[in-house]
């Protein structure tokens, strides 16, 4: 398996990440206007462009633009015709997933943002100056960083089935090809962990150093009033 590392200098603290990450995931639950959503994936935007991450600024437009336009286009559909019985099932059901993905764009935004850009060490020496006891740090920066080793080996083995023409066509035998090697890696993966933690000294009582610090910049306090305040807008106006 390959382990990935960010290797980008962001400008944010990881702490800022998390609590915009845990603060934008209650979003779902408020009944928010559409322009304070833009807002918000606009502010994203703008934070991926300072995280020279240009590409992930652009889809996060393009997606949810397409989003709510598939959105606006039904509700003006059903509007025209005075009920909703016009769509079939199944497309009543595509309906839904696709609202459910405009509801929840924002927080996978805010998640993307934290698995993407935040490096391992940073996110320790972030949560050891708060005093999080290791028994959560450490399994938390593992699941971290388990995401992007799941997308790098993904893509690695979908690879190796489509050189053996191995295809969705045959669905029973891709998801065995498939799901057998991500377990045995991901098994192989949770031992060499365990040894490095191990030989590392993870068992010592004793205070961790850190090769880097992190502090809290102006950009962390603009990034997080702004969140907080479309929160209170979408609040004050549709209420939970």
Known sequence: MQI?????????????????????????????????????????????????????????LIWYALLAGIIAYADTCMTA??????MAPPIRVM?????????????????????????????LAALDSIRVPSAISIPLCVMLRFFPAYREDSRAIKQALTMRDITLRHPVMYAERFCVPMLIVS????????????????AN??????????????????????????IILACGCGGL
Not at 4 to 11: D, F, M
Not at 187 to 202: H, Q, R, S, V, Y
């Open 4 to 60: 990935c590392h960010v290797t980008n200098h962001s400008p944010f603290h990881p702490l800022t990440k998390m609590a915009a990450t845990i603060l934008l995931g209650f979003t779902p639950l408020v009944s928010m206007h559409a322009h304070l959503s833009w807002v918000l994936v606009v502010v994203f935007a703008g934070i991926f462009v300072l995280e020279h991450h240009y590409k992930a600024a652009l889809s996060a």
């Open 81 to 86: 015709a005075g009920t909703c019985g016009f």
């Open 95 to 123: 309906y839904s997933f696709i609202y459910m993905l405009k509801v929840f764009y924002v927080p996978m935004l805010a998640a993307k943002w934290l698995i993407s850009t935040t490096d391992v060490g940073n996110m």
């Open 187 to 202: 098994c192989k993966l949770a031992d060499e962990l365990a040894k490095a933690a191990e030989t590392k000294g993870i």
């Open 205 to 230: 009582p004793a205070p961790k150093t850190h090769y880097q610090q992190c502090h809290f910049h102006a950009c962390d306090g603009v990034c997080l009033a702004l969140m907080l305040a479309c």
